[in-house]
Structure formats: structure tokens, C-alpha cells
């Protein structure tokens, strides 16, 4: 094992394994990927098994009963933190990043899991790097989350980068930057002016029923008379217009909030988002 990269979405690291394999070093260096979105859900002492149980038993209500996935989320996250406080001490590691809550929070939550190790470690920012080597006068793209870059270009920003290792100062901060965001009892986080932000968790209800809004006009305008939409469709929308980096198991719960206030009526069961549809009250 040469290296260790670190990335925090299956498709990113999906992406690059395929780049490393281009490559022909994916024998020798290690990919640990983390199932999980550090944009929402507690992260209070997410260091700690106590906090770690907490982070868990949150996501269990929020995926809620019907949702296929939670025991390999569970499964994944523990082995995730397992594998990289295993990473052996002389193996240099590379974590990539993009400029959102999620990614930036990981960040500092693995450096803060390897506090204690002398690993030379390298940060790849990747906003930041596909805008150094792919944008051009006619075309700006802003990367907001690691998974949208292809491999080829992944491969390029690799092979390409000068970044250095993190000096002792600059692991030091952002473990501290750590140590404060796991004081707080914040479930959600944005990523704004270059920072991480505590939101209340119902940051985004309002955009969740503007967007629902704006759909029922455009059904109107087609002379679509059925009220009710599917609720994939709505959270589609969401997704598609937000500038943060967020998943679609956070909107689905708080559609399933807004549900229960009466802000919403719907249609089928809650069992999994392809269930129901929903219409304003």
C-alpha cells in the first residue's frame, strides 16, 4: 500500500478507483469511502462512541422503516472509521474534498481521528482545482460536490497536482475547527463564504414549499388538473436548484415533517419516497 486517498460519497470514489485502474496503480494504493452525508444529522462528539450512537440512532428515524439501506449505512459507517484510524502510520494520505458542508465537515472529522498520527497528509480540493485546469473565459463550472468530476478528469487533477502536504499548523486548526463544530447540537450545516454555517433544521422548508409551488403553476399553465405530485418529483426539483451539496434523504424527511404539520396532504404510504405524492394544503 503506496497511499491512502480518502473521499466521502460512493460515486466520487467510484470515479476515481476507475482513474487509479486507468492508471494502473489501483493495486497498490487504498480508496476508503464514507457512506454518509456530514451535512445533516448530529455530529456532537461524532468522535466519541457516544456521539457515534447518537449520529445512528437520528439516521434511523430519518430514513425511517421502509428505507433498504440503513443496516449498510450502520455497517459502513463504523467500518469507515475503523479503516481509516487502521491507516498504517508511514503511508502518506490523500483526502479530496470539494467546496460543500458535507465534504468540508468530513474533512475535519478525519483529521481529527488521525490527530494522534504522523502521516504526511495531503488535501485535494477540487473546486478549486477544476477551476484552475478546466475553466475557461467561455466556460465557468463551479464543482460543488467531488462526485460530479469524471475520472478522466480526476485522473488529470492527480497526476496535475502540486498540492503539498498539511503542515502541522494547518492540521492543528482545522482539528480545532473540529473540536468546535462537535460542541453543537445543530442537525444541519451549510457551506457559506468559505465556511461552515449552523442552520436550524428547518433551513429549507420554505424553498421545499416554494418549489412545490412553482411545479403546481407549471401544471396549471399545462392544463394538468391532477393536484398531486409525486414526491420524487418534488425533491428532484430541490435538488436541481440548490447550490449546496445535500442528498435526498434529508429533503424526503423534511417533506415527511412537513407532512405531519399539515403543511402538505398525501396520497400511498411513507414506507420509501416512490410511495406517495404530495399536494399543498
Known amino acids: 500500500m503506496q497511499k491512502v486517498h480518502i473521499l466521502f460519497s460512493p460515486s466520487s470514489a467510484g470515479s476515481f478507483r476507475m482513474a487509479l485502474k486507468k492508471m494502473g496503480v489501483y493495486q497498490v494504493e487504498k480508496i476508503i469511502s464514507y457512506w454518509d452525508v456530514f451535512s445533516f444529522g448530529p455530529i456532537k462528539r461524532l468522535h466519541e ?13 430519518v430514513m425511517n422503516d421502509g428505507h433498504d439501506d440503513f443496516q449498510d449505512y450502520q455497517q459502513g459507517f463504523y467500518n469507515t472509521i ?18 460543500n458542508a458535507h465534504e468540508q465537515t468530513g474533512l475535519r472529522f478525519v483529521l481529527y481521528l488521525l490527530r494522534n498520527k504522523m502521516n504526511d497528509i495531503k488535501v485535494m480540493n477540487v473546486t478549486k482545482s477544476h477551476a484552475e485546469y478546466f475553466n475557461r473565459p467561455d466556460i465557468q463550472y463551479t464543482v460543488l460536490h467531488t462526485g460530479e468530476i469524471a475520472p478522466e478528469k480526476l485522473q488529470i487533477l492527480y497526476e496535475k497536482s502540486q498540492s503539498s502536504f498539511l503542515s502541522k499548523h494547518e492540521r492543528k486548526e482545522l482539528v480545532e475547527e473540529w473540536a468546535a463544530l462537535a460542541d453543537r447540537n445543530e442537525t444541519l450545516r451549510i457551506w457559506e463564504n468559505g465556511e461552515i454555517k449552523n442552520v436550524k433544521e428547518n433551513y429549507y422548508d420554505q424553498y421545499i414549499i416554494n418549489m412545490a409551488k412553482k411545479l403546481l403553476m407549471e401544471r396549471e399553465q399545462e392544463e394538468e388538473p391532477e393536484e398531486f405530485m409525486k414526491s420524487a418529483r418534488l425533491i428532484g426539483e430541490v435538488l436541481g436548484h440548490l447550490d ?3 442528498g435526498d434523504t434529508f429533503f424526503e424527511y423534511r417533506l415527511r415533517m412537513l407532512i405531519e404539520k399539515g403543511v402538505f396532504e398525501m396520497e400511498g404510504h411513507l414506507k420509501a419516497m416512490r410511495f406517495y405524492s404530495v399536494k399543498l394544503k
Open 49 to 61: 462512541k457516544e456521539g457515534q450512537e447518537a449520529r445512528i440512532a437520528w439516521m434511523k428515524t
Open 82 to 99: 475503523y479503516e481509516i484510524t487502521s491507516i498504517p502510520v508511514n503511508v502518506p494520505i490523500t483526502i479530496w474534498v470539494a467546496d
Open 244 to 246: 449546496q451539496y445535500m
